[in-house]
């Protein structure tokens, strides 16, 4: 390790990753701060016991260091810095000091004044009901090898959360266990682009405040069908009129009542709200893995248009939209078009992803270096094909436990911007997500980021050597499929630029 500082001679304490200080700490920042310096690596005691940053001053050049330490129920606070130093050595030596008598002192010494009446610590995964009324997919959570790296950033991340209505451990392993992963998600996400939350109030879910300006974000699910306590399945897909009818239809309806409901609420008229832009961000759970395949139905139903490809004679490829009235199905009509409702000016965008989920807490747990260390993940999936003229996505395939693979929690986000909102959302405030725009013609235009994975899958597999797994891999994490066999992102690349299409 070669970070400037001569580190290896503190055993004790490992560099991490900013994906593994965020899971411990990262909601702890001051947006402040880094106005003032930049970020220059990361560092633990004891497993994650105590966690710290370097720095440098923008201004002067010098170096600093700055102490993390749990409070009474766990949630990481700011608890010293050193003086700041001209001499990295002696800075860095400083620091690695201060973690230490941060380690050594009594725990108590680093409750804050505000946490004195504040309860213990919340136990997450410890089932306090019965078997039968537990969600599956929080019994898969705490009971299978395969989910021990979701375990273990989930329960690091989770000590952010204020527990309001005082239901949390019940929705979580019961019946909210779908809106707590997305919540979770939401705010992994929005602490990994820089933001702090302002929680004097409840509502809405995120108050975002960051360097380069703010907004307030809800959180929207898709809930199943229900006919009293009983799920009622979707209909079926079997045939493409059937498959039409559920993308064109079904799942519009769908999407429309969740979204409606949150409009009905008026968050716009809050004071922590108004005048900023304000965002819905919506996930699908209406069925299992229904949320990888439901984006074309939220896209037809927030910009009321269905986009068919038409292909020429010399392959070249033109969008024509389609403007659309209403979705209709089992004897239920809505209009189309959420953008297009009076009320729904006073949102700024729906945010949505394929990637609230355990498999998505899967990987980054892998990357923040959590779990039983014998987990190996191999993701599939499709991404877009930089090819104007492309008819159908790339596939491909990655190594999750591969150094160097790559993904941040921003990663496969969808900002759909209201094209008629009183205070529209900058694209800076989102950066790695795709933002996508429909004009008064209907056509629709996208910025999107080098890596916007779809509809991916993740496979584990359980008590194995990893270090073995990754050597048999090879180099490269991430293998497109072309003409017939799997390339390296890299050869992939060159193969496009050999044939003059560029990227």
């Not at 537990?134 to 273990?152: K, M």
């Not at 229900?226 to 079997?238: E, L, N, Q, T």
């Not at 949320?291 to 969008?319: C, K, Q």
């Not at 900058?426 to 999107?448: I, R």
Request: glycine share 8%.
């Amino acid at each position: 390790m070669d970070d400037g500082f001569g580190s290896g001679h503190i055993p004790t304490m490992d560099q991490i990753s900013l994906v593994r200080f965020n899971a411990i700490a990262g909601y702890a920042r001051n947006p402040a701060v880094q106005l003032l310096g930049d970020e220059l690596c990361h560092f633990e005691l004891d497993a994650g016991r105590i966690v710290g940053m370097m720095l440098r001053d923008r201004t002067d050049g010098d170096f600093t260091g700055i102490v993390f330490a749990p409070d009474r129920k766990l949630r990481f606070r700011y608890v010293t810095q050193t003086i700041f130093n001209e001499d990295p050595q002696a800075a860095f030596a400083a620091f690695a000091q201060a973690m230490q008598e941060a380690a050594d002192a009594p725990p108590e010494e680093h409750y804050q004044d505000e946490d004195e009446d504040d309860g213990e610590p919340v136990d997450f995964f410890t089932p306090v009901y019965e078997a039968d009324r537990l969600h599956p997919d929080f019994v898969q959570l705490i009971s299978e090898e395969a989910n021990s790296p979701a375990r273990g950033i989930i329960e690091k991340m989770m000590r952010w959360y204020e527990d309001v209505d005082g239901n949390f451990i019940e929705q979580f392993q019961t019946t909210g266990f779908d809106q707590r992963i997305w919540e979770l998600y939401l705010f992994a996400t929005l602490v990994e682009l820089g933001y702090v939350f302002d929680r004097e109030q409840p509502m809405p879910d995120f108050v975002c405040k960051g360097l380069v300006g703010g907004f307030s974000l809800e959180a929207v699910t898709v809930a199943p069908t229900r006919k009293g306590a009983v799920i009622v399945p979707p209909p079926p897909r079997d045939t493409p009129k059937e498959e039409l009818a559920f993308v064109a239809q079904y799942m519009p309806i769908k999407f429309g009542s969740a979204l409606y409901s949150k409009l009905c609420k008026r968050y716009w008229e809050k004071p922590q709200v108004a005048g900023r832009p304000f965002v819905l961000a919506v996930a699908d759970f209406s069925s299992p893995d229904a949320m990888y395949n439901s984006a074309p139905s939220l896209e037809r139903y927030l910009f009321g248009y269905w986009h068919e490809g038409v292909v020429d004679e010399n392959g070249t490829l033109t969008i024509v939209p389609h403007k659309i009235e209403q979705h209709a199905f089992g004897g239920k009509t809505i209009p189309s078009g959420f953008f297009r409702i009076a009320d729904a000016a006073n949102v700024s965008a729906v945010v949505s992803s394929p990637a609230g989920d355990l498999s998505k807490f899967n990987r980054m747990g892998v990357l923040a270096g959590f779990g039983s260390g014998h987990v190996a993940l191999i993701r599939e999936g499709n991404l877009p094909d930089p090819d104007p003229n492309a008819t159908a996505p790339l596939r491909f395939q990655a190594l999750v436990n591969a150094p160097d693979y790559v993904e941040s929690w921003v990663e496969s986000m969808n900002v759909y911007h209201n094209p008629g909102a009183v205070h529209r959302l900058d694209p800076a405030l989102m950066p790695g997500a795709a933002h996508h725009d429909c004009w008064q013609d209907g056509q629709v235009t996208s910025l999107l980021p080098e890596m916007h994975p779809f509809g991916t899958s993740t496979a584990a597999e359980t008590q194995v050597d990893v270090a073995s797994i990754v050597e048999e891999w090879g180099d490269g994490a991430v293998k497109i499929w072309s003409d017939d066999k799997w390339l390296r992102w890299s050869e992939f690349l060159k193969s496009r630029e050999t044939i003059g299409q560029g990227t």
